[in-house]
Structures are given as structure tokens and as C-alpha cells.
């Protein structure tokens, strides 16, 4: 009913930057909280930044002042600038909405199926 298609992902040195995308698609009323969290090997999915609808933004400390999270509510896409990528950044990012659907009260999480950063020295 609802899809998440990321892109933007791809291999960069360290120092520079990417934009990752995340566009919804589908059945959808609303769309409250999106967000990216960012999975590396052996390690849990983290929450990178997040924006409300209202574009209230939350950052992870190890990516302030470096990330930036928008979002376009007519286009239902959610963004992350990323500058000044370090090594430790090489992940798969995930984007992630909390979702009302036409006909529906109830907001639901939605997952995309992530992009790979891979940050090289």
C-alpha cells in the first residue's frame, strides 16, 4: 500500500558529501514523522536525524552540524545532505515515515529498503 524508495547512496572519500533521498508513494493521507537511520555491519539501526511535520528537526550527536534532514511534504520526499562524511559513516541508511493512510485514523511506521554510503579514506 505504501512504498519507500531511497536513493543517493553510493561510495564517496572521506571529507565529502552525498544527498540521499527517500520518496513515499501509495495510499497516503498524511504524513507525520520521517526520518534516517543508518545500519553498519555488526552494529544495531541508529537514528541519524529525524523531522516532524512540521519540520522540527533532531540530530544524532555524531552527525551535527554535518547533516542536514529536509523534507518536500508536496512531493512526500524526506532528504539528508551529508557533509563531511567520516569512515564511520559507511552504513546502509534506511528512511523511515510514520504514515496515515487514505481511509485510515491510525499512523503506522514505514521502512525503506535502504541505501549503501560507503565512505573510503
Known amino acids: 500500500q505504501v512504498q519507500l524508495v531511497e536513493s543517493g547512496g553510493g561510495l564517496v572519500q572521506a571529507g565529502g558529501s552525498l544527498r540521499l533521498s527517500c520518496a513515499a508513494s501509495?495510499?497516503?493521507?498524511?504524513?507525520?514523522?520521517m526520518a534516517w537511520y543508518r545500519q553498519a555491519p555488526g552494529n544495531k539501526r541508529d537514528l541519524v536525524a529525524s523531522?516532524?511535520?512540521?519540520?522540527?528537526?533532531n540530530y544524532a550527536d555524531s552527525v551535527k552540524g554535518r547533516f542536514t534532514i529536509s523534507r518536500d511534504n508536496a512531493k512526500n520526499t524526506v532528504y539528508l545532505q551529508m557533509n563531511g562524511l567520516k569512515l564511520e559513516g559507511t552504513a546502509v541508511y534506511y528512511c523511515?515515515?510514520?504514515?496515515?493512510?487514505?481511509?485510515?485514523?491510525?499512523?503506522?511506521?514505514?521502512w525503506g529498503q535502504g541505501t549503501q554510503v560507503t565512505v573510503s579514506k
Open positions: 523511515n515515515a510514520s504514515i496515515v493512510l487514505s481511509g485510515s485514523i491510525w499512523s503506522r511506521q514505514y
Open positions: 501509495g495510499r497516503i493521507f498524511s504524513i507525520n514523522a
Open positions: 523531522i516532524s511535520s512540521r519540520n522540527r528537526t
